[in-house]
């Protein structure tokens, strides 16, 4: 019995945490700074290629191992991807979630202007995916929010419970979740509505050359 309450457990945590909204065409696309950058800018770079959006802000002001600003490691990987510099707005100052939401906001609206943004495209680590998404909704409430990560774990997102790392940082990450909503660091999100508002977006633009 305790086995299958532990399962039933697990299956609970990986599908409230490990969400992916649908994407449309996003006005940016905000990059969460981590240890996987690069798997992060990547990802950022497909999507840039398949014309998800043609406005990225890269955020994160600590170092990965390699060394190099996240922010910065971001913004090379991008553009040895193909991405063009100057649609690339580098935030260096963040150091955790809800900087990144907040000093991300600042420089556009001090580049872009918030009026002119309506829809943004996250891109982050898998496994916080869902607080990623309460922070968007608590910082900017207002827009279009959608989400997406690579899965850089040697299996898939159903199976995340079955390798050691990719369980312990869902579940670290799971047990943020009350005390950040209790501290006003996230706000919990409707998934339905997400998912309604995403409709409204216009498609991709199409690939780029």
């Known amino acids: 019995m305790k086995k299958d309450l532990t399962a039933a457990f697990l299956k609970v945590v990986g599908d409230y945490m490990l969400v992916e909204t649908p994407i449309a065409r996003a006005d940016v696309a905000l990059l969460f700074g981590g240890e996987h950058a690069d798997e992060i800018a990547n990802h950022a770079a497909d999507l840039y290629h398949q014309g998800y959006f043609g406005l990225i802000v890269v955020s994160g002001a600590p ?13 090379d990987v991008l553009v040895s991807r193909g991405v063009p510099d100057d649609i690339i707005l580098i935030e260096d100052k963040a150091t ?72 312990r940082a869902v579940l670290k990450e799971f047990n943020k979740v009350a005390p950040y909503k209790k501290r006003g660091f996230i706000r919990e999100i409707d998934m339905a ?16 050359p």
């Open 63 to 75: 170092s990965t191992s390699k060394g190099v600003m996240e922010a910065k490691q971001m913004r």
């Open 96 to 167: 955790n979630t809800g900087e990144n939401v907040k000093f991300s906001m600042a420089l556009l609206d001090k580049t872009k202007g918030l009026e002119n943004i309506s829809s943004v495209l996250g891109i982050g680590q898998i496994h916080g995916s869902r607080r990623f998404l309460m922070t968007l909704e608590q910082h900017w409430p207002q827009v279009t929010k959608m989400f997406t990560a690579p899965n850089y774990y040697p299996v898939s997102r159903d199976e995340w419970h079955t390798h050691p790392t990719f369980r």
């Open 193 to 208: 509505k997400v998912k309604r508002d995403i409709n409204n977006c216009p498609p991709p633009k199409g690939a780029k």
